[in-house]
């Protein structure tokens, strides 16, 4: 193993002191383990997402105005604790409530659970969206039901933009329920990530040989699958979403970069993924090419379709400004 780390133990807290360094617009409680933004908006809802380190930016590269107003980062692909969560949702609320947004694993779901009794307790309402866009697999042994994967990023955007605008919590977490239904991802590993701790890839893979519909802590995914060109693999998962969600009318596409994919392939692939689209009618009316939810140092791809309308397209476009998501400013 060759990493960019003093010890594995240490990663997450060094990674928090560069990310403090990198950032003084925001607050990072390195002992409560808390990105939040110093003065969110008053009277709005707060917006409070976390999970296991390692998937950077999400979440805590999404925290600022126009997105979260703070994020929980666990262990390496570890749920944060409940008291870490009631800590982000303590500062998060302005006293009009705090949505909960979670992707659907085991671990992240409960804590949660017990993160929002406790802030009950304290006179913090709560609501939870959770995220279970991945169609490759319907359970697998960190979830019951379908894995969160890109469309957290959707949902932080779309939610982050409403709560701007000074939407209710209950509609704000009607909303989030909304986007996660009219999203639809795929993913496929060509190499598999090394969790620092472990020292060794999580899963091996023959070197002409993919891991078709994989989990973004490297969970295994449909079928193993072959090596070929990135046409033949951007057709396989786009077919899939495809049958899942049909594809039609304007969509927003996340081509993402699973943390070790170079952007030279990631825009060859983003290319096949356009004109495959483009040839079903529908349009690409909205698209982000890049490493947003990665897993550590995974090689591959995943594909995010969301379906727009007029008011998920405007909550796009509306301003952002987050260490990792920034326009209109």
């Not at 009631?86 to 992240?108: C, E, P, R």
């Not at 550590?296 to 008011?311: H, P």
Request: overall charge negative.
């Amino acid at each position: 193993m060759k990493k960019l780390i003093n010890t594995p133990g240490s990663v997450v807290e060094d990674a928090l002191r560069g990310f403090a360094a990198a950032h003084p617009e925001l607050r990072v409680d390195a002992e409560q383990r808390v990105v939040s933004r110093p003065q969110p908006s008053a009277g709005a809802v707060g917006l409070v997402s976390g999970g296991g380190s390692g998937h950077e930016p999400l979440h805590v590269g999404y925290v600022g105005p126009g997105m979260l107003t703070a994020a929980a980062p666990g262990d390496v692909y570890t749920a944060p604790v409940p008291d870490q969560v009631l800590a982000a949702s303590a500062v998060a609320d302005s006293g009009a409530g705090v949505v909960h947004i979670v992707k659907n694993y085991t671990g992240d779901v409960l804590n949660f659970r017990l993160a929002a009794e406790l802030a009950e307790e304290q006179g913090i309402q709560t609501e939870m969206v959770l995220v279970d866009d991945d169609i490759a697999v319907e359970d697998s042994t960190a979830t019951a039901g379908r894995r969160g994967t890109g469309a957290a990023l959707v949902v932080e955007k779309l939610l982050g933009a409403a709560a701007e605008e000074g939407t209710d919590l209950q509609t704000l977490a009607t909303l989030g329920r909304r986007v996660n239904e009219r999203s639809a991802s795929f993913g496929i590993a060509l190499l598999a990530g090394t969790v620092p701790a472990v020292g060794r890839p999580g899963f091996d893979l023959g070197p002409t040989e993919v891991e078709l519909g994989v989990g973004i802590h490297g969970e295994p995914g449909r079928e193993r699958g072959r090596l070929t060109p990135a046409r033949e693999l951007i057709t396989t998962a786009l077919e899939a979403i495809d049958a899942e969600q049909r594809i039609e009318g304007d969509v927003l596409v996340l081509f993402n970069g699973a943390g070790a994919t170079p952007l030279i392939e990631l825009y060859g692939g983003f290319a096949e993924a356009s004109a495959w689209i483009q040839t079903r009618g529908a349009t690409l009316a909205r698209c982000l090419v890049g490493n947003y939810v990665t897993s550590l140092d995974q090689a591959g791809f995943s594909i995010t379709v969301t379906t727009l309308d007029d008011e998920l397209t405007r909550l796009w476009d509306a301003p952002v400004q987050t260490p990792a998501l920034r326009w209109g400013r």
